[in-house]
């Protein structure tokens, strides 16, 4: 699988590219890390181009969603092809994972907080 | 021969009956006249002992057309009975449009109160018509009747009463409040200047309606004469001013241009939304994101309950934006807060649940609610904290389902390798949401035990247990399910053979595909299908060499998947193998051959695909010109 990176208003985006599974996912979490390592806490995947996802897979991004957890940190998803959302849908990772339908939703969701 | 008026005169007689029945039936047969005489007995029986008579005579006068039932009514204003008097303006507000000449011919009735009464009644209708003699009625020498007209102009809101209703505001001392309030209602920025110049009145009763008509008429270049009313030492004038600025607020979407010292106003603000008031519930949850005092969380906390369901969540995020204060604070508020308010604090915690959290939340998986349960459950996955583990065992074993499909799906995202047996007896729990959630959390785990166990559940007797296995193992994914998918490729029945195909073509590292060639043989065509497309997943082109021969299966659709996907290849080496499907005596075939000569660009095929421009079946001619189209661009 491939990555790149780019950041938009203080958000590190990473774009996916091939299959998410035990060599990926090991790979992504090598990645996310670099970006806790940077104390880049806002963290943006886009999945667009991933149409595969495996139990090794998931179980990186459990793994991913625990550090971001730990570096009180915030991480989105984007753009869920159909298996990939089935897949999110069945195991019930929705219920802990933030997605959105598009990066621009879930860009648009990182406001800065305000206080007196 | 009797006529129609004979009979009314019979009813009309029938209205002093002493028997109750042949009144009322009198009563509901004069109803169904359009004379005048039936209308003026209508209103007799408005006089009618019985309330039931008053009433039914009331509603049918309503529905009157004409001027006649108002002309009657009105002289029912000035009746010695309240009740009458009142019923009368009741059923004139109701006739509307029809009934405001008549009242405006006598609204300089001598009796004044017959004048108040007509102009109350006529602000009820808000007829514009009415407001030419309503604004002669502010200098009525009657002061009840003066004030009444200036809020009767207030009710029909037009901007023609305005000019009027500034003289009043100056000159008639009964009338001016009514005559400030009903500028407010009006609306009109011009009469702004004139208002700002009475925010120095000794009158607080004055000063009151000031204030709130500045704030009805809405414009945001007030606010800063408002302002100073906030630092009042009266708390009256204070919440006036502040509910003044409420109401601009809300008239310019939430913006305003300056700071507010809402601390004060904190506990006013906060009844307001106990007390469900829809305006200040809007603007103090909208202020919300830029006024953090030290005791506004405690406050929002206590207000969960007062809410709807929207403004619920718009606190959960504001509780979630404030972070460990609020957090600190939930906590302390937990165990006494009612089950709606519990549910909105978990789903707030949730989003930043550590270990620590945790261990508090533990003493509420034995909720007495179901929700609560659940929603715990749910904070407990999220955590990701192993020490919940036992915990969501046991509410994986609870009376209620849902709690049980929660508790499942948490034990999977804790990876619970451990659990692994725990998590297959959920696949035989009775309700099918508690199975789902026990095989996404085998997914989620998908350890070589997992695999181990579902390989086994291929052999076992109840067939859909095998279905769910191949299911699951497709969905698992991981290289060590290629082997027992393989073997499920040989399965008795069809359907298991086609999703553990499909499975394969999803994973596609499958290093020995010979099962799969086999199955581009097999009886069914949704397998044979199926393995087409797992093979070209896998193989890539390699696989062309294998499907080719499906290319005049004895199944047309068969055929056509064939062609379709070696179409999608997109290579023109290929295009000799499709070329000769453009004669096949099935249009369908012709259309899924003259689509892949285009997909894999071959111009060769240009002249051959201009034979079938003509061709009777419109939707091969149509196709046909796209792949000519698309094909000469290539050229």
Known sequence: MDMSMRERDGVAIVDLDGRLDLSSGTALKERVKSLFDQEKTSIHLNLSRVEFINSSGLGSMVSIMKETRLHKGRLTLSDLASYVQEIFDITQLTNIFEIFPTEKEALNSYHPVVTN | ?635
């Open chain 2, 1 to 635: 021969m009797r006529t129609v008026i004979d009979r009314i005169g019979e009813l009309l007689s029938l209205l002093q009956s002493p028997d109750f029945y042949e009144r009322e039936e009198a009563v509901r047969e004069l109803g169904t006249y359009n004379e005048d005489e039936a209308v003026a007995g209508l209103v007799m029986a408005m006089e009618d002992p019985d309330l039931g008579i008053r009433e039914l005579a009331a509603n049918l006068l309503t529905q009157m057309q004409g001027d006649i039932a108002s002309r009657l009514l009105i002289r029912f204003l000035g009746h010695g009975d309240i009740g009458t008097r009142n019923l009368a303006a009741e059923i004139l507000v109701k006739i509307g449009g029809d009934a405001v000449e008549p009242l405006i011919e006598d609204i300089d009735n001598d009796d004044y109160d017959i004048r108040k009464f007509i102009v109350d009644v006529l602000g009820l209708i808000r007829d514009p018509r009415a407001v030419e003699p309503l604004c002669e009625k502010l200098w009525d020498e009657n002061g009840n009747v003066a004030c009444s007209a200036a809020e009767a102009l207030g009710e029909i809101g037009s901007n023609k009463a305005v000019k009027a209703l500034m003289v009043a505001v100056e000159r008639v001392e009964d009338a001016r409040i009514q005559a400030v309030e009903a500028l407010g209602k009006i609306g009109d920025p011009s009469t702004l200047e004139t208002l700002y110049g009475m925010l120095d009145t000794d009158d607080p009763m004055i000063l009151y309606a000031v204030l709130e008509a500045i704030g009805h008429i809405g414009q945001k270049v007030s606010v800063p004469k408002l302002l100073p009313f906030l630092d009042s030492k009266d708390d009256c004038i204070g919440e006036t001013a502040l509910m003044a600025i409420v109401n601009i607020s809300l008239a310019n979407n939430g913006e305003l241009d300056h700071d507010l010292p809402l601390d004060k106003y904190a506990s006013f603000l906060f009844d307001g939304i106990r007390n469900r008031n829809r305006k200040l519930t809007e603007f103090t949850l909208g202020r919300l994101n830029h006024w953090y005092g030290s005791d506004i969380v405690e406050s929002l906390l206590d207000v969960v309950d007062s809410v709807d369901e929207e403004d619920q969540k718009r606190i959960s995020e504001i509780l979630e934006q404030a972070g460990a204060s609020a957090t600190k604070l939930i906590l302390q508020k937990l165990p006494a807060a009612s089950t709606a308010a519990k549910l909105i604090f978990l789903e707030t915690l949730q989003q930043s649940v550590d270990e620590e959290m945790v261990r508090r939340l533990l003493p509420f998986a034995r909720d007495q609610e179901p929700e609560v349960r659940r929603k715990i459950a749910q904070v407990l996955g999220v955590s990701g904290w192993p020490g919940a583990i036992e915990v969501l065992k046991k509410l994986a074993a609870d009376a209620v389902g849902h709690v049980r499909a929660t508790a499942y799906a948490s034990l999977g995202w804790l990876v619970a390798e451990d659990e692994i047996d725990f998590l297959f007896k959920g696949l035989d729990d009775k309700y099918p949401d508690v199975r789902d959630s026990a095989l996404g959390a085998l997914i989620v785990v998908g350890s070589p035990t997992v695999v181990e166990k579902f390989s086994a559940d291929l052999n076992c007797d109840d067939i859909e247990r095998q279905r769910l296995a191949v299911s699951a193992l497709g969905k698992i994914g991981d290289p060590e399910v290629v082997g027992p998918l393989l073997n499920a490729i040989n399965h008795p029945d069809a359907s298991l053979r086609k999703l553990a195909i499909i499975s394969l073509g999803r994973i596609e590292q499958v290093d020995n595909v010979q099962p799969l060639i086999l199955s581009l043989s097999d009886e069914s065509t949704a397998v044979r299908k199926a393995a087409v497309s797992a093979l070209i997943a896998i193989r890539g082109e390699q696989a062309v060499a294998d499907i080719r021969f499906l290319l005049d299966d004895e199944d047309v659709w068969v055929r056509y998947h064939a062609i379709n996907t070696i179409g999608e290849l997109g290579n023109e080496q290929y295009a000799e193998y499709i070329l000769p499907y453009l004669d096949d005596e099935q249009d369908v075939i012709k259309i899924a051959a003259t689509k892949a000569l285009a997909q894999m660009g071959s111009t060769e095929a240009i002249p051959r695909l201009n034979q079938l421009r003509q061709d009777k079946n419109k939707d091969l001619a149509e196709a046909v010109v796209k792949a000519v189209s698309d094909l000469e661009e290539i050229r």
